[in-house]
């Protein structure tokens, strides 16, 4: 991990090489991403553009709707990346509409959370389901949101109602792209 | 204005050509920004990285903290750019702190607006000062923030009101570098 000084920018590189194992890649809404058998992870500015099949883009950045309240909640369950029993792993690359952006931050954030409980339920999976999310949105990456979830293999069924329970969410009517890969590493 | 998909990357840009003539470049808190005779600004993505003394870029992107009400009362007030009586113009490079970064969304609208009413003083100077804000912190830029501002020469002293009472701000106590240049077109 790079100290950075702001956010720190996060490329994952999806090719022959990489730490992980892309065993499943789908598309859920629009456009899918190339297949390839890897995904590498780079941390920190600046990176290389190296010989990948396709790479994205994005910043772990600033919280844009969690109140103080969740932040204390999430900060007493958090699970850290990188857990040695955590081989599995999922990246869901998300694009919301015009629309979404166009809203006042008072009417997402209903949306987000007081009406799709977006926090809530990530924090009942926690922590079982490590999460990290980077923002693209302003880099002119073609998804606003990349995020990495890690999981040990037992947790997968859960993992799928995390996933499932959110795509029933209001928020997700907003959604115009998502792809959704999963991956695995060795112990 | 190139129609762009998302946010619009703006360049400011420093160096012997420009549309507009710099007047005045005053640091007002932490590093300034080297002299330089005019500013181009550059909209749309690719920029170029021309010939200047310095450059500075954010995007436009969407509102952080203002609520449906307040889009409202600014929609009703705007101002656009380019008019041609505004022939004055300001440009407020903005850093904050990393205390600022790492407060919850709900403490940093309360610092933004009830405590400092930031859009509140905005709309009470709209429709003579105009602004357009611009956001690098994602993009690893050394500013936050670039506000551009224009106006009429009749309404320059009303500008220095409303950066002398945000100044005053509870919420500029995170500000850790602020540059102040002041610029002039001809009609």
């Known amino acids: 991990l790079v100290v950075a000084d702001g ?15 892309i065993e499943q890649l789908s598309p859920v809404r629009g ?24 790479a994205l883009s994005g910043v772990i950045s600033n919280l ?20 040695p029993a955590a081989t599995c792993a999922a990246l869901i690359p998300i694009r919301k509409s015009e629309s979404w952006w166009a ?12 009406q ?16 990290r999310l980077h923002h693209g949105r302003d880099l002119g990456e073609p998804f606003d949101f990349l995020t990495w979830f890690e999981f040990a293999p037992e947790h997968a069924q859960l993992f799928e109602d995390l996933v499932g329970v959110l795509r029933e969410s209001p928020e997700w009517t907003f959604v115009e792209r998502e792809v959704d890969l999963r991956l695995s590493r060795r112990h």
């Open 7 to 21: 956010p720190l920018k996060v490329r994952f590189a999806a090719g022959d090489v990489g730490a992980w194992r």
């Open 31 to 54: 456009e899918s991403l190339a297949p390839a058998p890897h995904l590498s992870i780079e941390e920190g500015r600046p990176v290389e553009a190296g010989n990948s099949v396709w």
């Open 64 to 83: 844009r709707y969690t109140t103080a309240i969740e932040v204390a909640a999430l900060r007493a369950a958090q699970a850290p990346l990188g857990r």
């Open 103 to 114: 809203l006042p931050q008072d009417e997402r954030r209903r949306i987000y959370e007081e």
């Open 116 to 131: 799709s409980y977006h926090t809530t339920i990530g924090l009942k999976y926690l922590p079982a389901i490590a999460r």
